[in-house]
């Protein structure tokens, strides 16, 4: 009898009516690909609870096993670059919308999707970080490759009480930016000073429309929310300076002008972490095992099991989670 594992799987039946179960499965029943991997840990992102809910159209694909973010080990392969017994991490690829995802026990994939787990994380540092870390890392790298340091003057982080703004924290810290921390939550901020903010500012300072341009405050970016308060965060930003955009927390939409860009010649930087090539991946990757100490992961991280998935989805799209939640399989 072939060996079952958990998984969580979405299902819609023919009035499009979303359903979500814990099944047993079997490796017989996995999408197509060339390595399978041992799922070991995986995280909870915005986009896995907007599958789980249902609240937006994310998984193209029924019935989907959800999840957009794994670490590992490979059991078999018939890939080339992987061997049973490699440690890999992966992010993205529409796994999890259009391919089978991490909530299950094991994965088949394709092998051009898997980067090589630096020897510096373990599955549990890798998926603290996850694809909220490694966009906030595509997000800094982006700013340096603008040219911008942090002689240049501040960084102001946007949704910075979330996974992608709070990794962004700690890793512009760590370079030696002056940070500043926006957030809906204030409450937090002792936990954000901890990860490296030296400022913290309340969101409903950005989420009115503004004017154009408004008073130069920063020279650099990373909004994980875009709307009203990406428009604002481009308003302040100092002349020459950029920002980078990786996120729709608030919205879809920009209700800015082109003020800033042809009165200051501010930069918007897009950041796509999904089809993001494997150089760029494997280079955020290395950074990221080099920036980020284990003491800040371990603030920023709530450990659950597998059984709690399902509730933390739920909450992470409520908005009720702090930081990072890294899901550990038995």
Same mark, same amino acid.
């Given at each position: 009898?072939?060996?079952?594992?958990?998984?969580?799987?979405?299902?819609?039946?023919?009035?499009?009516?979303?359903?979500?179960?814990? #099944?047993?499965?079997?490796?017989?029943?996995?999408?197509?690909? !060339?390595?399978? #991997?041992?799922?070991?840990?995986?995280?909870?992102?915005?986009?896995?609870?907007?599958? $789980?809910? &249902?609240?937006?159209?994310?998984?193209?694909?029924?019935?989907?096993?959800?999840?957009?973010?794994?670490? &590992?080990?490979?059991? *078999?392969?018939?890939? =080339? *670059?992987?061997?049973?017994?490699?440690?890999?991490?992966?992010?993205?690829?529409?796994?999890?919308?259009?391919?089978?995802?991490?909530?299950?026990?094991?994965?088949?994939?394709?092998?051009?999707?898997?980067?090589?787990?630096?020897?510096?994380?373990?599955? *549990?540092?890798?998926?603290?970080?996850?694809? /909220?870390?490694?966009?906030?890392?595509?997000?800094? %790298?982006?700013?340096?490759?603008?040219?911008?340091?942090?002689?240049?003057? =501040?960084?102001?982080?946007? &949704?910075?009480?979330?996974?992608?703004?709070?990794?962004?924290?700690?890793?512009?810290?760590?370079?030696?930016?002056?940070?500043?921390?926006?957030?809906?939550?204030?409450?937090?901020? !002792?936990?954000?000073?901890?990860?490296?903010?030296?400022?913290? $500012?309340?969101? /409903?300072?950005?989420?009115?429309? +503004?004017?154009? %341009?408004?008073?130069?405050?920063? #020279?650099?970016?990373? !909004?994980?929310? +875009?709307?009203?308060?990406?428009?604002?965060?481009?308003?302040?930003?100092?002349?020459? &300076?950029?920002?980078?955009?990786?996120?729709?927390?608030?919205?879809?939409?920009?209700?800015?002008?082109?003020?800033?860009?042809?009165?200051? +010649?501010? @930069?918007?930087?897009?950041?796509? @972490?999904?089809?993001?090539?494997?150089?760029?991946?494997?280079?955020?990757?290395?950074?990221?095992?080099?920036?980020?100490?284990?003491?800040?992961?371990?603030?920023?991280?709530?450990? $659950?099991?597998?059984?709690?998935? $399902?509730?933390?989805?739920?909450?992470?799209?409520?908005?009720?989670?702090?930081?990072?939640?890294?899901?550990?399989?038995?």
């Amino acid at each position: 009898m072939a060996e079952t594992f958990q998984a969580i799987l979405i299902t819609r039946d023919e009035a499009k009516t979303q359903s979500v179960a814990t #099944v047993a499965m079997t490796a017989d029943e996995l999408m197509p690909g !060339d390595v399978e #991997v041992k799922v070991e840990a995986t995280t909870v992102n915005y986009k896995d609870g907007l599958a $789980i809910t &249902g609240k937006s159209p994310v998984v193209r694909r029924w019935p989907m096993i959800p999840g957009v973010d794994l670490a &590992g080990t490979v059991l *078999r392969s018939d890939n =080339p *670059r992987w061997h049973p017994g490699d440690r890999v991490v992966l992010n993205g690829w529409g796994v999890g919308e259009a391919h089978y995802g991490a909530y299950a026990g094991q994965a088949r994939l394709k092998g051009e999707w898997l980067v090589p787990l630096p020897e510096r994380l373990s599955a *549990r540092d890798a998926m603290v970080i996850g694809t /909220a870390g490694y966009t906030a890392m595509l997000s800094v %790298l982006a700013i340096e490759a603008a040219g911008l340091s942090p002689q240049d003057g =501040p960084a102001v982080v946007t &949704g910075a009480s979330g996974g992608v703004g709070s990794v962004a924290i700690a890793l512009l810290a760590k370079r030696g930016w002056e940070v500043l921390a926006v957030t809906g939550r204030t409450h937090e901020a !002792d936990y954000l000073t901890s990860l490296g903010a030296s400022t913290i $500012i309340d969101r /409903a300072e950005l989420s009115a429309p +503004g004017k154009p %341009l408004a008073k130069e405050r920063w #020279v650099a970016g990373i !909004d994980a929310v +875009g709307s009203q308060v990406l428009a604002n965060v481009l308003a302040a930003t100092r002349y020459g &300076g950029a920002v980078a955009a990786c996120g729709l927390a608030q919205g879809m939409d920009l209700p800015a002008t082109v003020a800033p860009f042809i009165l200051r +010649g501010v @930069s918007l930087l897009g950041i796509d @972490s999904v089809m993001a090539p494997l150089g760029k991946r494997q280079i955020a990757w290395a950074r990221l095992a080099e920036d980020l100490d284990p003491q800040i992961l371990d603030a920023m991280a709530t450990e $659950i099991g597998f059984d709690g998935l $399902i509730d933390k989805a739920h909450q992470i799209v409520e908005g009720t989670i702090r930081g990072r939640v890294v899901a550990m399989f038995d």
